[in-house]
């Protein structure tokens, strides 16, 4: 606001005369010219992408950059309960599609792995619960786990230690949000559980890991490699359920003689070995397949180093082997 002065020396100019020639705009007038709380050019709505990449509905825990959705769907999300899990422990993930229709599924894909069809996926379930049903649920939790749901054997449980990328999809297999999270590898103990040491006419002996004496370690560890499934419980071998005791901790440990599902024929499961992995076609064909069958894991969990589907213990990436 600026005033005329007097000017220097003159006696007539009175503090009365200063007032009149202050400006006629009263402070009312002036409260009306101030700018508005915002700038004009400034956008009256918020971007219609913010809902998307910060959900209203994430745990506190989780920070909300961890969610990416899909540019074309803004009203969507997936995203687990926690973002490192511990090696067999339940999965939860949280979803919601709005624009939800029969078919829709949530799919736990390995994070170096770009085939996003359902049968290529670790684990995978329509937002109805299940691999089989047809409904449209807009949202919900679903919970991956062993035996609950049922998910018709076709799954990979439990997740090797790794990256995962559990993605929300449409039954075309579009991608409409995911979410990224981590199993990490168990403390490697010996397993309280019974191994597998032999079969004979479907019938399995089995043994408890202080059954194996010094003398006994190395032919058991190395040569006893069958595994035995017993309704919803899978009997392993000596190898996977007592490691400490038969030196097998190293994720990356892997034995030629090793055993992994290859097909089911006339109700009879068919196998291979680690050592017969020999052909760059074998590999690839055997090494992306997920599904195990009677027990037997595939072949990416029973050869990580041939499948190269693993992190070496201390990154020597040296085939870790027992030996005669």
């Known amino acids: 606001m600026f005033y005329l002065e007097s000017c220097p020396g003159s006696d007539t100019d009175s503090p009365s005369q ?5 400006p006629t705009d009263s402070p009312t007038d002036l409260s009306t010219n101030l700018p508005t709380d915002s700038p004009s ?5 918020p971007p219609s992408n913010l809902q998307t990449i910060f959900p209203s509905n994430l745990p506190t825990d989780l920070p909300s950059d ?4 899909s540019p074309t769907e803004s009203l969507s999300e997936v995203f687990t309960d926690k973002l490192i899990y511990e090696h067999g422990e339940l999965i939860k993930i949280t979803f919601s599609y709005l624009k939800a229709k ?3 599924f949530v799919g736990i894909y390995d994070n170096t ?4 069809r359902p049968d290529k996926s670790e684990l995978f379930l329509r937002t109805c619960n299940s691999q089989s049903c047809k409904e449209s649920v807009s949202s919900g939790v679903l919970v991956f786990g062993p035996n609950d749901p049922d998910e018709g054997n076709n799954q990979n449980w439990p997740l090797a230690a790794g990256v995962y990328r559990v993605y929300l999809m449409d039954k075309k297999i579009n991608p409409i949000a995911y979410f990224d999270f981590s199993v990490i590898t168990p403390a490697c103990v010996d ?3 019974k191994f597998v040491l032999k079969l004979k006419k479907g019938k399995a002996t089995l043994k408890p890991c202080s059954w194996l004496t010094p003398q006994k370690i190395k032919k058991t560890c190395l040569k006893k490699v069958d595994y035995y499934a017993e309704g919803s ?3 392993k071998p000596a190898q996977v359920t007592c490691p400490v005791t038969c030196d097998t901790c190293d994720p990356c440990y892997e034995n030629p003689k ?4 290859k097909s089911t024929k006339k109700g009879k499961v068919k196998t291979m070995t680690c050592s017969s992995l020999t052909k760059e076609n074998d590999i690839e064909k055997y090494c992306g397949k997920t599904k195990s069958e009677f027990g037997f894991p595939p072949a990416k969990e029973v050869c990580p180093m041939t499948c190269s589907s693993c992190t070496p213990e201390g990154g020597s990436g040296k085939l870790k082997l027992l030996r005669d």
């Not at 200063?18 to 202050?22: A, E, H, P, Y």
């Not at 050019?41 to 709505?45: D, E, G, K, R, Y």
């Not at 961890?66 to 959705?69: A, C, G, I």
């Open 191 to 193: 397993g309280s559980d």
């Open 102 to 104: 029969e078919k829709d």
């Open 113 to 116: 792995d770009s085939d996003n």
């Open 258 to 261: 090793s055993k992994f599902y």
């Open 41 to 45: 050019t400034l956008p009256s709505t």
């Open 233 to 235: 419980i899978t009997y």
């Open 18 to 22: 200063t007032q009149t020639n202050s």
């Open 66 to 69: 961890y969610v990416t959705n």
